[in-house]
């Protein structure tokens, strides 16, 4: 069973950057179809970015250009660059691990946007 486990959230000025990490227990961390999904308050959790086992990535397209997913399997990490942030960007962001019908959610780590 995969537990996955962020970090990287806080607090960040307008047009300031962020990077995220989740890291992923256990042994199968480089078959994972891995995402960032985040929920803001009043909100549904919406996807942001996912990353296949290929490297093959997806983005919301409002967030193109501005984050990128990334992974590293050597240390069972996956990563969310956040450039250029907005206030409409705060929100919780979950990391989530993926395999055929198992899937499996971090805690989350808050993102804040503001001056």
């Known amino acids: 069973q995969a537990q996955p486990e962020e970090s990287g959230g806080g607090l960040v000025q307008p047009g300031g950057s962020l990077r995220l990490s989740c890291a992923v227990s256990?042994?199968?961390?480089?078959?994972?179809?891995m995402g960032w999904y985040r929920q803001a308050p009043g909100k549904q959790r919406e996807l942001v970015a996912k990353?296949?086992?290929?490297?093959?990535?997806t983005y919301a397209d409002s967030l193109k250009g501005r984050f990128t997913i990334s992974r590293d399997n050597a240390k069972n990490t996956v990563y969310l660059q956040m450039n250029n942030l907005k206030p409409e960007d705060t929100a919780v962001y979950y990391c989530?691990?993926?395999?055929?019908?198992?899937?499996?959610w971090g805690q989350g780590t808050q993102v804040t946007v503001s001056s």
């Open positions: 990353i296949t086992s290929r490297n093959s990535t």
């Open positions: 256990g042994s199968m961390f480089s078959i994972y179809l």
């Open positions: 989530n691990a993926r395999i055929a019908t198992l899937e499996y």
